[in-house]
């Protein structure tokens, strides 16, 4: 994979930036300011994308940090060569990476291209973002090279599983959740705590148990002397209310005389409110059922204009059918034609699966398989693996030419495999006659070039300058859509004129409503009902208040003069001396709850005695297997930790002997170096192993480009990741700024670099 050039429309400083890049050492030096870094951070972008994150800070946040100050969009494009072939991918970028776009696009044929997905750099190089920026990628600031677990995944060889590191993770993690689940906090929580603090409270409770009789005893008798002190307080309590009754019954014959005069003027009130909503309608006031039935012709006209609106702005199945007819402008095929095309086409994958079967078999002749053996095996591959695609495709339009494809290019498969072992085998086979073979093998090239004129005919009259299968798919979908389209499109036109046409009815029946009732209504029918519903309300409200007070009236007798003369007694003071002795009783009452639950909860203490010890023993078994259940967590927590360090030695050697020979290249002399799993570095002073940080900046920017070369060796063997250098150099003295450039030149050799800086001296 190699880098060709890049177009910056808008990212942080950058804008409409252009930048061409060579196979081998590219170096751009600009001035402090110009947007070295930023350029840098742009590639890693277009590759990757930039993470959505809710952190604040600036040097956090890429996607705050490099908004472009000037404005405009947000990102721009990068064409690279990968896999022989030439791609531009354009990328934008939004406030939310949900609203992100991206675009790969084949240069050569100016189409999209679906060869990768927006998981561009993952899918080039094997390695995430986090991985990437921790190897090929070299920034000027501080350089972190700890491992990480995609980075461990590639470099032990387990990407065939490449999730075991990452579930080596999830169980330490379940192991120690599950150890604090048993004693966290230095066994101050978790289940062994607790336990122990079971079996504390559950010996005190047993030990309450034993002195609760005597007490129960003590409270029973106080609790005797309440309750009959209570029952005096009642009786007090039942001659009070004798006496209140008496007073509000005194009371309540001067009541009587005022409700009767406030009924009296509540039916004249109503009776003149009733004639002056009756004049507005001199035809009578509809009925619930009439206005019940209007308000549902509107509700029903409202819902018709809505659907009206819906059904004209929709525009999306015309717009599409539109489409479809200018992709079909050379003629519509057939559901025939089209299932004839497929079957030549499942036809050809077959004659290009059979032929490289048998190919071979012709060069059997040779001492030893070539290296054509090898390409036969693997375009054998490729043809089963094109068969089983089109076999799924096949499934959708006829369901037994799909089955057959699938076993076909099953076949295929396990032909491409065989193939494979024979070749390994053979040589020392001798050579057999293959005329026979050769001439099956020049009828089946024959008939599979035949065939393939006949589908590249047919698919050119719709997409010349696709491929035949994906253009044949593409035929097959738009073909689909078409019918669906036009149905749709009928069906949604049917709907208009039906809508339309129920709307005059509404309004016909509206109109003839509101001419017979409403007389000197005005505004829109809704306002109209509205009015005419308010006074029906209130003319219904009317009636039954009047009906109401008439109908009380006829029940209030008129009170007897001598007892309306009679002298009342004291209520309030009556009441007053009731609440005092109500409120004696509460009191009592609540002592005697009390006591109840004080006697009730020690009666039971003492009748949980044996209860308790039972529970005790329980808690105390309980206790011995928690502990030992603890025990073996952290037993097998420290066997799974010895065996991942086991797994991590797998790369060590590799990744440190690279490191060794790039330290000795930049320092000029040999090093003795420890290097961990993690990728720690220790360099040996004065007898004794020393961290980088004891180190100037200088030289831990040595130990650091060095590391990061030997993990990018170590992680791209074949040289398919682009290294990029932002100006990493700026703390390196004159002799070994000298031999990194000498370096970087020797290494532009076999990969392609990108160094930026900003001064003439380090370039």
Known sequence: MRLLKCNVQNFGTLHEAKFDFSDGLTVIK??????????????????????QTTKRSIDENDRKKFLPWQGGTFGGSLEFEANGKQYRVERTFSAREKDDTFRLIDVVSGNESRDFSSNLG??????????????????????????????????????????????????????????????????????????????????????????????????????????????????????????????????????????????????RSAGEKLSEIGKRYPTGMPTEQELQRVTEKLNELKSVDARLSTYTSDNADRNELQ??????????????????????????????????????????????????????????????????????????????????????????LGAAGFIYLKNMIASGQKPSDNTDTKKEYESLVAEAEGLAVLVGDFTKRFMPEEAPEAALETVSQALRDLNRVKTAVATLDEKITEAREQKGELLADLGAFFAAFGVGLEGEYADRLVQIRRDSDETGRLNETLESAKQKLKEIPEAPE????????????????????????????????????????????????????????????????????????????????????????????????????????????????????????????????RERNYFSRGMRDVIDIAMRLSLGDALFESGEAVLILDDPFVNLDDDRLKKAMELLKKLAEDRQIIYLTCHSSRC
């Open 562 to 689: 001598k007892e309306m003369d009679a002298e009342p007694l004291d209520r309030d003071a009556l009441l007053a001396e009731e609440r005092e002795v109500q409120n004696e009783l509460d009191t009592v009452q609540a002592k005697i709850v009390e006591l109840e639950k004080a006697t009730e909860r020690l009666l039971g203490l003492s009748q949980e005695r044996t209860s308790l010890e039972e529970q005790l023993d329980g808690l105390r078994d309980r206790h011995i297997e928690a502990t030992q259940r603890y025990e073996v967590l952290t037993t097998t927590l420290k066997l799974l930790e010895a065996a991942k360090t086991d797994l991590s030695l797998r790369y060590l050697d590799r990744v440190t002997g690279n490191f060794k020979k790039y330290l000795t290249t930049l320092q000029m002399d040999s090093e003795d170096c420890l290097v961990d799993t993690e990728l720690h570095v220790q360099l040996d002073r004065g007898g004794k192993a």
């Open 122 to 267: 993952v899918e080039l190089f094997g390695v995430d973002a986090e991985s990437f920026q921790r190897s090929v990628f070299v920034p000027q600031v501080e350089m972190s090279t700890e491992m990480n677990n995609d980075m461990q995944t590639k470099l032990t060889g387990l990407l065939e599983s490449s999730d075991d590191l990452g579930n080596y993770d999830d169980a330490v993690d379940v192991l120690e959740k599950r150890m604090k689940f048993y004693s966290i906090s230095n066994g101050k929580k978790g289940e062994i705590a607790d336990i122990t603090r079971a079996i504390e409270e559950t010996e005190a409770k047993l030990n309450d148990a034993v002195a609760a009789d005597v007490s129960f005893r003590s409270l029973n008798a106080d609790l005797n002397d309440l309750k009959a002190q209570a029952e005096e307080l009642n009786k007090k309590k039942a001659d009070l209310r004798v006496k209140i009754t008496a007073a509000s019954d005194a009371a309540a014959l001067a009541e009587q005389a005022k409700k009767r005069a406030e009924l009296r003027e509540t039916v």
């Open 30 to 51: 600009e001035e402090n300011g110009f947007g070295k870094s930023t350029l840098a951070m742009f590639l890693k972008a277009m590759l990757y994308g930039l993470p």
């Open 323 to 412: 489409k479809l007819n200018e992709f079909f402008s050379k003629g519509v095929p057939t559901e025939g034609e089209l299932s004839e095309i497929k079957a030549s086409a499942a036809r050809l994958a077959q004659l290009k699966i059979k032929a490289e079967a048998i190919k071979p078999a012709l060069n059997e002749a040779e001492e030893k398989p070539t290296e054509s053996n090898g390409r036969s095996s693997k375009w054998l591959l490729i043809a089963a693996v094109l068969v089983l695609a089109v076999g799924a495709a096949a499934l959708i339009w006829q369901t037994a030419v799909g089955i057959a494809l699938l076993v076909l290019g099953l076949v295929g």
